[in-house]
């Protein structure tokens, strides 16, 4: 098992609402992916944070939002909750960028969303 | 952007046999490309990766193929188990603190 954790493990929201998912990097890991996983689908790129910047993002609108914090954790938030929001979110989480490093991303056990 | 195929959806093998998944991408820049395996209510693990300046890399009882010309990459497993039995995702993405672009994943049964 990676050292990627994220909290909470299961969430039910009402359309409209706001939800904060949290996500904890591996020690040693300055940056966080987080994508999003509809059922029987690959995960999808929500955005990526790089020493507390956004450093790329997918296609999804502005709803989605996030936070990296110096000790490298991060949150999504997902603003004006809608039905197609329920999915299995994912963080994912990459070592410094060395010679031979950087460009694995070991992901945590995932957010299971559902947005009644 | 990124376009990432996966073939087949499903696969099912008896037990000591071998299975391949097969991937294409589209964008030539891409040049890092894992495997994931995803087990029912599981997080994907990353089983095995490969980058562009290498055509095969091993660990064990799996494998990877690039063909950058081609624009495809495979996943190799021999003396299949039914431990291998999950979801298999292949992904690209283009140099490090990159996004990740996944295929559509394949279900192998390994049947005993």
């Known amino acids: 098992e990676t050292g990627v954790t994220q909290s909470p493990t299961h969430l039910i929201k009402t359309r409209g609402q706001q939800v904060t998912l949290r996500c904890s990097s591996q020690?040693?890991?300055?940056?966080v992916s987080w994508y999003q996983q509809a059922l029987g689908q690959g995960p999808q790129f929500i955005f990526q944070?790089?020493?507390?910047?956004?450093?790329g993002r997918g296609n999804f609108p502005p709803r989605f939002s996030g936070l990296q914090f110096p000790n490298y954790s991060s949150e999504l938030n997902v603003n004006a909750l809608e039905l197609d929001d329920s999915a299995l979110y994912l963080c994912?989480?990459?070592?410094?960028?060395?010679?031979?490093?950087?460009?694995?991303?070991?992901f945590g056990p995932g957010t299971r969303l559902t947005v009644t | 952007g990124e376009n990432v195929e996966q073939h087949p959806s499903t696969l099912s093998v008896q037990e000591g046999d071998s299975a391949v998944i097969k991937c294409t991408y589209s964008d030539s820049a891409s040049n890092y490309f894992p495997w994931y395996k995803q087990e029912l209510g599981k997080r994907p693990q990353l089983i095995i990766d490969?980058?562009?300046?290498?055509g095969e890399k091993k660990d064990q009882r799996i494998a990877v193929t690039l063909n950058k010309t081609a624009k495809h990459f495979s996943l190799h497993i021999t003396e299949t188990q039914p431990e291998d039995s999950a979801v298999y995702f292949c992904?690209?993405?283009?140099?490090?603190?990159?996004?990740?672009?996944f295929g559509s994943g394949t279900r192998l049964q390994v049947q005993p």
């Open positions: 020690s040693g890991h300055n940056t």
């Open positions: 490969i980058r562009s300046n290498v």
């Open positions: 992904a690209a993405s283009w140099g490090g603190r990159r996004a990740l672009t």
């Open positions: 994912a989480s990459s070592p410094n960028e060395g010679k031979d490093t950087g460009y694995e991303q070991y």
């Open positions: 944070y790089y020493r507390e910047e956004e450093n």
